[in-house]
C-alpha cells in the first residue's frame, strides 16, 4: 500500500498542472449538474458519475486558475487508491477461493507470493498503463470492475449474502454511468453471477435490479434525447472514426455513412473553418458531446476491414502479455511447464471462467474498434492473475521456491525501469529540489495572461487551430468559450491544406471576418509565423499564443505590430 500511495503520488504530483483535453468536458458538465442543469448529465460520449465528482470538487474548493489542474489530479489521486482498494478486496478473495480448491497433493504457495504477484499487476496496469496523470475515468472504471470481480469471487465461494449482492448490483451500475463500456461487461458480469449460484438466482435478480435502477434513468434520457434506444454513442462514433476513418471533429456527412442531423457550421471552405456556439453548450461545445455534432452517423460495416481491424487490435493486446520485459510470459511458461500438468492445464485454466468470461469479454470488444492502454488495463490484470492463480505445481520441494522466485522476478522487472517518464520520479525530484523550471506555455500561465488581457469570463473566442490540443484547456480554466474554430493541427492528416498561414491575405481575411460574425471577441493563434505582414496579433505575455482582438480591442496592451501590418517577434 504505501508503495503504491508513494509512486501514485510522485505522478499527480509531477503532472499536477497538466490536464488531458478530455477532462474538460467532464469538468463542463460536473459544473452544469451541480448548478442543476440536468441536461448536461445527459452526453453520447462522456459519464456523468466522473463528472459529477470532479464537479462536487471544484464547486465545494472553488480554486483558483493555478490550483483548478492540480485539484482535479488530487481527486484522480484518490480515485487511484479507491482503485487499491477494489483490487486488494479482489486479490484476497481470489487467494481465499485458491485455498479452498488446493488439493492435497498441490505444494503450499505463502500468500506474500499471491500479493507480490497481484499487486505487481495492479502497479504496472495502474501507474503505467492507466497513469495518475492521466486524468480521464479509467482508473475509476478500474475500481469498480476489481471490486465486481471480488464480488464474483465471493459468488463463486458460496458467500451469497445479501452486502455481496447489493455490492455487485451497485459497482455494476456505477461503472456503468462512469464509462458506457461497463454496460455489457456488466451484463456479461450478471450472467456469471447467475451461472455460478443455481440455487439462489433470485438474489442475482436483485443484483440486476440494482443496476438497472442506477443505469436506466440514464438510458431512458440519453434514448428520448437521441430518439432511438441507445446505452452510449461513444460505440458508434469510435467504429467511424476508427474503422471507416471519418474525421474525428467537424463531419459534414459522406456518401458511406450518412448526413449529419445538426453537423457544426462551415463557415469558411478554404481553409475549413467551422462555427458551434449552439445549443451544445461549455467550453468548447464541438467536443463537450461530439455525438451530437455525428447524431445521424450510421457507420457502415464492411466485413473484410472490420476483420483486419480486429485482428490488428487483437495482436495488439496479445503483446501487453509479453510486457515487464518478457517476464510475464517467461514466468507463465516456467510455471506451467514445471507444474507438469499438460492438458490439464487447460482445466486448471478453465475453472478461472467466471472472470476471464468478463475480462475477456472486455478485450474483445475493445478490439472490434479501438484500444489504448489505459482502456484495457483491469481486465489485463484480471486475465493475468486468473492465469497464474491456475497454475497448479505438485508437492516435491523446491516447488514453492520456484512461484516465490517468479513473483520476485515480476516484481523486480517492474521496478527496473523506475526513472521511467510514465512513473514521474525524476521530475518529482527535479521538482522537489527545486531544479525545474516554470513552464511558459503552461496552461495556467496562458489563462492568467490571456486575463490580464483583458478576457472576461463568458467572453466568446475562435482558434486558428484545432482547439482540442492547448486552447480548449486554457480556455476552460478562463471559463470562456471557444465558438469557432480553423480545423488544422500540424500532425493531424485530416487536416492538412488547412493550415491558416499558408494562405494568401485575402483568404485569411475571410476567415477573420467569418469569426468576427460569431461573436467571438479575440482569435488565438499558438503557430502565428515570424513573417506574418497582415494583422495585428498581440503576443500573450511570454507564452508561445498570440491574439487578435476583434471587438472591443484592449486598451493599454502592446502590439506586436501597427498600422498596415504585424511583424512576430519570437
Not at 508513494?6 to 503532472?15: T, V
Request: with cysteine; aromatic share 14%.
Amino acid at each position: 500500500m504505501a508503495l503504491a500511495g508513494l509512486l501514485g503520488f510522485l505522478q499527480a504530483w509531477a503532472s499536477r498542472m497538466d490536464l488531458v483535453n478530455d477532462t474538460v468536458s467532464y469538468l463542463d458538465m460536473g459544473d452544469g449538474i451541480w448548478r442543476g442543469h440536468w441536461a448536461m448529465a445527459v452526453n453520447g460520449l462522456w459519464g456523468p458519475l466522473y463528472a459529477a465528482i470532479l464537479g462536487a470538487a471544484v464547486r465545494f474548493v472553488r480554486p483558483s486558475i493555478r490550483w483548478e489542474y492540480p485539484l482535479v489530479h488530487l481527486v484522480v489521486f484518490g480515485i487511484f487508491l479507491f482503485a487499491w482498494l477494489g483490487f486488494d478486496f479482489f486479490l484476497r478473495e481470489l487467494v481465499r477461493l485458491r485455498r479452498e480448491t488446493k488439493s492435497p497433493d498441490e505444494s503450499n504457495t505463502p500468500e506474500w507470493v499471491w500479493l507480490t504477484i497481484g499487486y505487481t499487476f495492479f502497479l504496472w496496469t495502474s501507474l503505467q498503463l492507466i497513469q495518475v496523470s492521466e486524468t480521464n475515468p479509467d482508473m475509476l472504471v478500474a475500481a469498480f470492475f476489481y471490486f465486481a470481480c471480488g464480488f464474483l469471487v465471493r459468488l463463486r465461494r458460496g458467500d451469497t449474502g445479501w452486502r455481496t449482492v447489493v455490492g455487485l448490483g451497485l459497482v455494476l451500475g456505477l461503472g456503468y454511468l462512469t464509462k458506457s463500456i461497463m454496460f455489457p461487461v456488466s451484463l456479461l458480469c450478471l450472467a456469471v453471477a447467475a451461472i455460478v449460484t443455481p440455487k439462489k438466482r433470485v438474489l442475482v435478480l436483485l443484483a440486476a435490479g440494482i443496476f438497472a435502477a442506477l443505469a436506466l434513468p440514464f438510458i431512458v434520457g440519453l434514448s428520448a434525447q437521441r430518439g432511438h434506444l441507445t446505452f452510449g454513442e461513444s460505440g458508434r462514433y469510435n467504429y467511424a472514426v476508427h474503422v471507416n476513418h471519418v474525421v474525428r471533429s467537424h463531419w459534414q456527412g459522406d456518401e458511406e455513412n450518412g448526413t449529419p442531423i445538426h453537423a457544426t457550421r462551415q463557415l469558411v471552405a478554404q481553409p475549413a473553418t467551422f462555427e458551434f456556439a449552439a445549443p451544445v453548450p461549455g467550453t468548447y461545445p464541438a467536443w463537450t458531446d461530439t455525438s451530437y455534432w455525428y447524431e445521424g452517423i450510421h457507420p457502415r460495416f464492411n466485413t473484410a476491414r472490420g476483420m483486419r481491424h480486429f485482428l490488428e487490435l487483437l495482436k495488439t493486446e496479445l503483446l501487453f502479455f509479453f510486457e515487464l520485459h518478457g517476464s510475464l510470459i517467461a514466468a507463465l511458461f516456467l510455471l506451467f511447464y514445471c507444474g507438469g500438468r499438460k492438458r490439464a492445464v487447460l482445466n486448471d485454466i478453465a475453472a478461472y471462467w467466471f472472470l476471464l468470461m468478463p475480462a475477456m469479454g472486455a478485450l474483445l470488444l475493445y478490439a472490434l474498434i479501438h484500444i489504448e492502454p489505459r482502456y484495457l488495463a483491469p481486465f489485463i490484470a484480471t486475465a493475468l492473475l486468473c492465469l497464474f492463480f491456475s497454475v497448479r505445481l505438485p508437492r516435491p520441494a523446491g516447488s514453492g521456491r520456484l512461484f516465490a522466485g517468479a513473483a520476485i522476478l515480476l516484481f523486480a522487472m517492474f521496478i527496473c525501469p523506475i526513472e521511467s517518464s510514465s512513473l514521474h520520479v525524476r521530475e518529482f525530484v527535479r521538482d522537489v529540489l527545486g531544479h525545474s523550471r516554470p513552464d511558459p506555455n503552461s496552461f495556467q500561465a496562458v489563462a492568467q495572461e490571456m486575463r490580464r488581457l483583458g478576457l472576461a469570463p463568458g467572453d466568446r473566442i475562435a482558434s486558428l487551430e484545432y482547439s482540442l490540443y492547448g486552447a480548449s484547456t486554457w480556455a476552460r480554466l478562463d471559463r470562456a468559450q471557444i465558438v469557432a474554430e480553423v480545423y488544422f493541427w500540424p500532425t493531424l492528416d485530416e487536416s492538412s491544406g488547412n493550415n491558416f498561414w499558408q494562405f494568401d491575405t485575402a483568404a485569411q481575411n475571410r476567415v477573420i471576418d467569418a469569426i468576427r460574425k460569431t461573436g467571438a471577441r479575440v482569435i488565438v493563434s499558438q503557430t502565428v509565423p515570424g513573417s506574418a505582414k497582415t494583422l495585428d496579433w498581440q503576443r500573450v505575455g511570454d507564452t508561445q499564443w498570440y491574439a487578435l482582438w476583434l471587438d472591443p480591442r484592449p486598451e493599454g496592451n502592446t502590439q506586436v505590430g501597427t498600422g498596415g501590418g504585424a511583424h512576430v517577434a519570437h
